[in-house]
Nanobody, 118 residues
């Protein structure tokens, strides 16, 4: 079955750090670019960071220099290290495989909530 399971979110003060983890099924993960998306209330879902199978990375301007995406192909895991967190980072975070036209799979995981207090 296709599975995406996110974890690691929580409540943190501004300036703090969190590390998000995503466990993906092999069919989703293997050979694909993987990414982290986030969606805050009243805002559109956005792609925050992505990483190719060859470990090339891209970041949204809003998180560049603060977030780092990584992957462990042996474990089918993708991570998002979030440093210098800001209140505007508050959102539900989701992982998925990424294509040039958008997320690959329509069966999203439950996500993990990140809340940054000011």
């Amino acid at each position: 079955q296709v599975q995406l399971v996110e974890s690691g979110g929580g409540l943190v003060q501004a300036g703090g750090s969190l590390r998000l983890s995503c466990a993906a099924s092999g069919r989703i993960f293997s050979g694909n670019t993987m990414g982290w998306y986030r969606q805050a209330p009243g805002k559109q879902r956005e792609l925050v960071a992505s990483i190719t199978n060859g470990r090339s990375t891209n970041y949204a301007d809003s998180v560049k220099g603060r977030f780092t995406i990584s992957r462990d192909n042996g474990k089918n895991m993708v991570y998002l290290q979030m440093n210098s967190l800001k209140p505007e980072d508050t959102a539900a975070y989701y992982c998925n495989a990424v294509t040039i036209v958008g997320p690959r799979y329509d069966r999203w995981g439950r996500g993990t909530q990140v809340t940054v207090s000011s």
